[in-house]
């Protein structure tokens, strides 16, 4: 079988879809980093936009001030105390007096961005890119050669349907390992190379590489299963688009169902499994009311281990694979 995924290898990498998406990853990367270089700043760099932004909000609140009306002032006063009262809430604010900005609130409350914290967000945020990337790329390489009934003529070739099958499974997980890489090589050289850029002095400790090292570990390790699910599910239903529409109906529709009447069955939700992998577990927040005419609502707290979502993960891909190869040593592919 190493020479039908030899083959099979040669064949991804000429398509289209391959180059298409490293050209996605770097475009998304680059608005991402250009993103990054708006939040990451030094101190004093911050204190210089801060202070020119407090000029312009002072200028703007002295030349409203000639249109300061102290009976409308009052009034707005008057209907929002009369609010709190009647909703026995005393957070309500209508925003009726405009006090004189103040540097200090404006300067207040930034801190540069922990590089550690930045790299677990990243990884896990572009990660989603790959894994719809590779799972879309597995889908067409398979899904193509049914549609161009080109399939039926490789199998004349070499009709052992085990092999054939596996060989064409297995190309479309490895092909996601190159995919994979640029991603990560881009964010685990590009977040420091944008701290040292911008003056930020940051270090992230020999226990944080650690995480951050199984952290893009699982990330690999969840693009090759997403790219062999998506040859198995190209094989299966034989179009590109239906994947496409059978993946976006599962979070459009199931997945909005469960949070909005399943609020205690959201820890076997894909999207929420696929957290808790790439970031060694996950907590979720709901708010359930028992009784909606009270509007009294209780938080319910669910956790989900790494262990959890592998299982969830891996029951899920095992499913489509093992259905997928049954159907294709039977289905007529002329």
């Excluded at 289209?16 to 998304?28: G, N």
């Excluded at 003529?153 to 092909?175: C, H, M, N, Q, Y």
Aim: aromatic residues 8%.
């Amino acid at each position: 079988m190493t020479q039908l995924t030899r083959v099979e290898l040669r064949r991804i990498l000429s398509r289209k879809i391959v180059h298409l998406s490293v050209l996605a990853i770097l475009a998304v990367m680059a608005v991402t980093f250009w993103g990054l270089w708006q939040s990451v700043q030094p101190q004093s760099a911050f204190e210089d936009d801060a202070r020119a932004q407090f000029e312009l909000m002072h200028d703007d609140w002295e030349s409203q001030q000639e249109f300061y009306d102290e009976e409308a002032v009052a009034q707005c006063l008057d209907d929002q105390a009369d609010e709190r009262e009647r909703m026995g809430d005393d957070s309500i604010e209508f925003g009726c007096e405009w006090p004189e900005p103040v540097l200090e609130d404006v300067l207040a409350g930034y801190e540069p961005p922990s590089m550690a914290a930045l790299y677990q967000t990243q990884l896990l945020q572009t990660g989603v890119l790959v894994f719809l990337l590779v799972l879309l790329g597995g889908s067409t390489a398979t899904a193509a050669e049914l549609s161009h009934r080109t399939l039926g003529t490789w199998l004349t070739f070499e009709p052992r349907r085990d092999r054939v099958f596996g060989s064409k499974v297995l190309a479309s997980g490895l092909i996601a390992i190159p995919i994979t890489a640029v991603l990560l090589a881009l964010i685990l050289g590009g977040i420091p190379l944008l701290y040292r850029i911008r003056g930020v002095d940051d270090a992230v400790t020999a226990a944080q590489w650690a995480e951050i090292g199984w952290m893009s570990a699982r990330v690999m390790t969840l693009a090759v299963v997403l790219g062999m699910v998506g040859a198995a599910a190209g094989l299966l239903v034989r179009h590109t688009g239906a994947v496409l529409g059978i993946a976006a109906g599962y979070v459009l529709v199931v997945e909005s169902m469960v949070r909005g009447l399943f609020p205690d069955k959201v820890k076997y939700l894909l999207s929420e499994n696929l957290t808790a992998w790439v970031n060694d577990g996950t907590e979720i927040r709901n708010y359930v009311c028992d009784d909606g005419f009270s509007g009294e609502c209780r938080e319910v707290v669910t956790h989900i281990s790494l262990e959890h979502g592998a299982v969830v993960l891996g029951v899920v891909s095992l499913v489509v694979i093992v259905v997928s190869w049954l159907v294709f040593r039977r289905r007529d592919v002329s």
